[in-house]
T-cell receptor
């Protein structure tokens, strides 16, 4: 079975450019999460969705970040405009139901903003 | 303040030796508790979790963890480490009031296994 699929795996862009990260969760999973991982701050939850509805976006750093889940099989995380401090690995994860605690992670999208 | 602490940034063990990774939490009520593992270049994978009941929890890959309420700890153990266990290990907690999927991760412990 396919796991969580993220694209692109690597992205290098210049400051001020728009970045869009994509995620396809595991089929049948109802919850989707976006995390950011950096050396300084570790793993941070940015936002999560239940049944395509954003439940908690309190971890989204600022208005430059936005996330959407237009349907059960696709989500995007957009950064506009990007800044060097946004450089990180962004993980998408999905879960079968809201209360299992078992998240299935993608391999991540490594973003470098120059 | 609520927190989850992994006091060891990096641990090195010999293959075949036993392993214990420490995790402490600070929450008003016992949260849900988890251990995840991240291999290089990969996403995280759940090793085991504690919700309630037996305080000794068995997980995948031969790992176990013990919940000790008196010490606010949830340490991960393995009796004999294999070279393939080299990875980063994350303890995570989820407050019961917000649900088991609202995970907060510790800073991680990197495990190196030497032959």
């Amino acid at each position: 079975d396919a796991g969580v699929i993220q694209s692109p795996r690597h992205e290098v862009t210049e400051m001020g450019q728009e970045v869009t990260l994509r995620c396809k969760p595991i089929s049948g999973h109802n919850s989707l999460f976006w995390y950011r991982q950096t050396m300084m701050r570790g793993l941070e939850l940015l936002i999560y969705f239940n049944n395509n509805v954003p439940i908690d976006d309190s971890g989204m750093p600022e208005d430059r970040f936005s996330a959407k889940m237009p349907n059960a099989s696709f989500s995007t995380l957009k950064i506009q405009p990007s800044e060097p401090r946004d450089s990180a690995v962004y993980f998408c994860a999905s879960s079968l139901s809201p209360n299992t605690g078992e998240l299935f992670f993608g391999e991540g999208s490594r973003l470098t903003v120059l | 303040a609520q927190s989850v602490t992994q006091p060891d940034i990096h641990i090195t063990v010999s293959e075949g030796a036993s392993l214990e990774l420490r995790c402490n939490y600070s929450y008003g009520a016992t949260p849900y508790l988890f251990w995840y593992v991240q291999s290089p270049g990969q996403g995280l994978q759940l090793l085991l979790k504690y919700f309630s009941g037996d305080t000794l929890v068995q997980g995948i890959k031969g790992f176990e963890a013990e919940f000790k309420r008196s010490q606010s700890s949830f340490n991960l153990r393995k009796p004999s480490v294999h070279w393939s266990d080299a990875a980063e290990y994350f303890c995570a907690v989820a407050p019961r009031r917000t649900g088991a999927n609202n995970l907060f991760f510790g800073t991680g412990t990197r495990l190196t296994v030497i032959p």
